[in-house]
């Protein structure tokens, strides 16, 4: 009887160590898979905050791009205040050339209404510009998306 509780014992032994030994193999390939879809999930992570700081850079390029093409345009309603006050007869269609661009003061349509449109790197500001012609003060000036009298060309 000892002899057959001993064989018993022996092979429940060897079932333990198989059973273990094949549990050691799974728990392996778990952790394999895991790795590979946590790295997979932080290399997207990381190609998207990459991209939106690449594209953020255009978006910032952009805006100071505008607000040259604007300051450009104050500049030259200005210009426009100055020449209005000296000849109460200019009429406008003048270009001003700056380094980084160039405004063309259109036409005044009425005795103080200035329209100038001035561009930079492919970036418009249309202005229309209210204009105190007996001392060359700016009443008022608004951007406009169009300049809807007609083509503002030299």
């Known amino acids: 009887m000892e002899s057959l509780l001993a064989q018993r014992f022996a092979t429940f032994a060897n079932m333990k160590k198989a059973t273990s030994y094949k549990l050691q193999a799974n728990s392996g390939f778990i952790a394999l898979t895991t790795t590979i879809i946590l790295s997979m999930v932080i290399l997207t992570l990381v190609i998207a905050v990459g991209f939106s700081s690449f594209f953020g850079r ?10 040259r093409s604007s300051n450009l345009a104050e500049a030259c309603a200005e210009t426009a205040a100055l020449k209005l006050s000296q000849d109460a007869g200019y009429e406008g269609k003048e270009t001003i050339t700056v380094g980084y661009g160039s405004c063309f003061i259109c036409s005044i349509s009425s005795p103080n209404s200035v329209f100038i449109q001035a561009s930079t790197s492919n970036a418009y500001t249309n202005l229309e510009v209210e204009i105190d ?3 060359g003060s700016i009443d008022s000036w608004e951007e406009i998306p169009t300049i809807s009298w007609g083509s503002c060309t030299t």
């Open 58 to 67: 255009f978006g910032i390029l952009d805006s100071e791009i505008n607000e």
């Open 133 to 135: 012609p007996t001392d």
